[in-house]
């Protein structure tokens, strides 16, 4: 029963993927539904980030703190991407500060 699961998610995944990214498959969708799906990406994004960020403990309190070393480590990842628009950069040296902040200074 849980494999006919698994390969009937794999299938409607596959299927749903496919009809928009397969050229030769005539659907077009109009300017508002392209605008709508433009915000998709960056709502999976703060969605998967923001509790990482400000509930780093099992606790499932909120922690914003200068203690918190996921938020300082965002805070700086930001930063270097928004002042140098280095992706890769900004993401090398914010785990290094990550890795500094949670091994030196709140350990």
Same mark, same amino acid.
């Given at each position: 029963?849980?494999?006919?699961?698994?390969?009937? =998610?794999? +299938?409607?995944?596959?299927?749903?993927?496919?009809?928009? $990214?397969?050229?030769?498959?005539?659907?077009? $969708?109009?300017?508002?539904?392209?605008?709508?799906?433009?915000?998709?990406?960056? +709502? *999976?994004?703060?969605?998967?980030?923001?509790?990482? *960020?400000? *509930?780093?403990?099992?606790?499932?309190?909120?922690?914003?703190?200068?203690?918190?070393?996921? !938020? !300082?480590?965002? *805070? &700086?990842? /930001? !930063? $270097?991407?928004?002042?140098? /628009?280095?992706? !890769?950069?900004?993401? &090398? $040296?914010? =785990? /290094?500060? %990550?890795? %500094?902040?949670?091994?030196?200074? %709140?350990?």
């Amino acid at each position: 029963m849980i494999m006919i699961s698994i390969l009937a =998610m794999t +299938a409607i995944v596959f299927f749903s993927r496919y009809i928009f $990214l397969e050229p030769r498959v005539p659907l077009k $969708l109009n300017n508002h539904a392209l605008r709508v799906l433009s915000y998709s990406s960056p +709502a *999976i994004l703060t969605a998967i980030w923001a509790p990482i *960020i400000f *509930i780093p403990e099992s606790e499932g309190k909120l922690f914003i703190s200068y203690q918190n070393p996921y !938020l !300082l480590a965002a *805070i &700086i990842a /930001g !930063l $270097l991407v928004w002042k140098t /628009g280095n992706v !890769l950069l900004s993401i &090398i $040296l914010s =785990m /290094g500060a %990550f890795l %500094f902040f949670n091994l030196y200074l %709140f350990s």
